[in-house]
């Protein structure tokens, strides 16, 4: 298990590291192959289909990253779909599904990784044009991070659980989540 930082830890890191979001949308969009692949788990899914009214095939696809094993196929979570190498939801410049956005979203740039914050290129970080006022929140964002952190935690458990009672079909590609295993069809 990652080392979980403490949160005052955590603020005063992201303090030095401020971020405001310049809504250019670069990381809605592929900039390069793969580059804007949201990965989703059953429950972020369920909240932008309770959002938007579509059905959950509509809303992710398969994570493209996938296992095989002898004449098996699978992998362990789903994406939030692109058209056209964009996210689905970024529409006319925004986000559709901004009160719902996934974790990865909610916490872009940011991520923890081994109880540091990572940061993915993103020109609204560090800049010097950067006012105080409109710096992220870090109180809010680190109670993000801390909460995507959990949430992710508790899904790659669940998906142990689950991979460990399934039996995947042969010849079948399937996604096994949180919630079971779904056989994708095509």
Same mark, same amino acid.
């Given at each position: 298990m990652s080392q *979980?930082?403490?949160?005052?830890? #955590?603020c005063t890191e992201l303090q030095r590291k401020p971020f405001i979001?310049?809504?250019c949308g670069a990381c809605c969009r592929e900039i390069e192959p793969g580059s804007n692949i949201v990965m989703v788990g059953p429950e972020e899914v369920r909240a *932008?289909?309770?959002?938007?009214? #579509?059905?959950?095939?509509?809303?992710?696809?398969?994570?493209p990253d996938t296992i095989r094993e002898d004449d098996r196929e699978y992998t362990l979570a789903w994406a939030i779909i692109r058209e056209e190498g964009r996210c689905r939801f970024f529409i006319n410049g925004s986000c559709s599904v901004y009160e719902v956005r996934p974790w990865i979203c909610r916490t872009y740039p940011y991520m923890l990784e081994n109880g540091h914050i990572s940061i993915s290129p993103c020109s609204g970080v560090g800049s010097d044009e950067i006012q105080p006022e409109e710096v992220t929140s870090v109180d809010h964002l680190a109670a993000d991070l801390?909460?995507?952190?959990?949430?992710?935690?508790?899904e790659e458990e669940r998906i142990a659980t689950v991979l460990c009672r399934v039996k995947i079909p042969a010849g079948q590609f399937v996604v096994i989540d949180s919630e079971g295993m779904r056989i994708i069809d095509g």
């Amino acid at each position: 298990m990652s080392q *979980i930082p403490e949160y005052r830890e #955590l603020c005063t890191e992201l303090q030095r590291k401020p971020f405001i979001c310049l809504r250019c949308g670069a990381c809605c969009r592929e900039i390069e192959p793969g580059s804007n692949i949201v990965m989703v788990g059953p429950e972020e899914v369920r909240a *932008i289909m309770a959002r938007t009214g #579509l059905p959950f095939d509509e809303v992710a696809e398969p994570y493209p990253d996938t296992i095989r094993e002898d004449d098996r196929e699978y992998t362990l979570a789903w994406a939030i779909i692109r058209e056209e190498g964009r996210c689905r939801f970024f529409i006319n410049g925004s986000c559709s599904v901004y009160e719902v956005r996934p974790w990865i979203c909610r916490t872009y740039p940011y991520m923890l990784e081994n109880g540091h914050i990572s940061i993915s290129p993103c020109s609204g970080v560090g800049s010097d044009e950067i006012q105080p006022e409109e710096v992220t929140s870090v109180d809010h964002l680190a109670a993000d991070l801390l909460a995507r952190q959990r949430a992710e935690s508790e899904e790659e458990e669940r998906i142990a659980t689950v991979l460990c009672r399934v039996k995947i079909p042969a010849g079948q590609f399937v996604v096994i989540d949180s919630e079971g295993m779904r056989i994708i069809d095509g």
